[in-house]
Nanobody
Framework: QVQLVESGGGFVQAGVSLRLSCAAS?????MGWFRHAPGKELQFVAA????????DYARSVKGRFTISRDKAKSTLYLQMNSLGPDDTAIYYC???????????????????WGQGTQVTVSS
């Protein structure tokens, strides 16, 4: 069983940066960030392989967001730069079981989810 706890969200103005963290207990495989904006479906943001060697990003965040993980600290990060109002959402981290095969933008590949952290960006 893996437990995930996100943190780092907040209310910010457009243009600033935030870093989200996701503390994980237990062994996980690939991990990812998703977001749920009001009136929209859950959206893939970014994913990273178990060893940190491979990453994938949604087109809307590529070049602005960076996903990383510190295996020693069992923590997943999402560095978000140049935030805009369209980035307003609840951000969730997900973790897959060992041996799961991607694609990592598919929510069905993740067995464990955190409770989410709210990010609100004002214009």
């Amino acid at each position: 069983q893996v437990q995930l706890v996100e943190s780092g969200g907040g209310f910010v103005q457009a243009g600033v940066s935030l870093r989200l963290s996701c503390a994980a207990s237990g062994h996980s495989y690939a991990m990812g960030w998703f977001r749920h904006a009001p009136g929209k479906e859950l959206q893939f943001v970014a994913a990273i392989a178990w060893n940190g060697g491979g990453t994938d990003y949604a087109r809307s965040v590529k070049g602005r967001f960076t996903i990383s993980r510190d295996k020693a600290k069992s923590t997943l990060y999402l560095q978000m730069n140049s935030l805009g109002p369209d980035d307003t959402a609840i951000y969730y981290c997900g973790a897959s079981r060992p041996g799961t095969v991607g694609p990592w933008y598919d929510t069905n590949k993740y067995a464990y989810w955190g409770q989410g952290t709210q990010v609100t960006v004002s214009s």
